[in-house]
């Protein structure tokens, strides 16, 4: 299995960016889906979380600001950022809790980060 993140940049304080991730490989089911940021010098921060059913979960700090969607025929997941802030400045990781492989419990798989950077 493999995750696939895209949609990082550069903007200014006050767009947008959106980041997609999707997954690949021998994929019965996925449980929960994550998006993390670390930025330099600073501990990796849970963002926001979609579980099954449709359930999320958002840090303070981006509540109202950000939205996270999940897709399930394609086994994506997608961050809407608005209203971005410098101190959005961080990589942006995708995890997710996948049912692969006959396991009765799911495996965490990570994508490499994609850089998202707010100018003031």
């Known amino acids: 299995v493999q995750l696939q993140a895209s949609g990082g940049g550069l903007v200014q304080a006050g767009g947008s960016l959106r980041l997609s991730c999707a997954a690949s490989?021998?994929?019965?089911?996925?449980?929960?889906m994550h998006w993390y940021r670390q930025a330099p010098g600073k501990q990796r921060e849970l963002v926001a979380s979609?579980?099954?059913?449709?359930?999320?979960n958002y840090a303070d700090s981006v509540k109202g600001r950000f939205t996270i969607s999940r897709d399930n025929s394609k086994n994506s997941v997608d961050l809407r950022m608005n209203s971005l802030k410098p101190e959005d400045t961080a990589v942006y990781f995708c995890g997710m809790g996948i049912f692969d492989s006959g396991r009765p419990y799911p495996r965490d798989y990570w994508g490499l980060g994609t850089q998202v950077t707010v100018s003031s």
């Open positions: 979609v579980i099954s059913g449709s359930r999320t």
């Open positions: 490989g021998r994929i019965q089911s996925i449980a929960a």
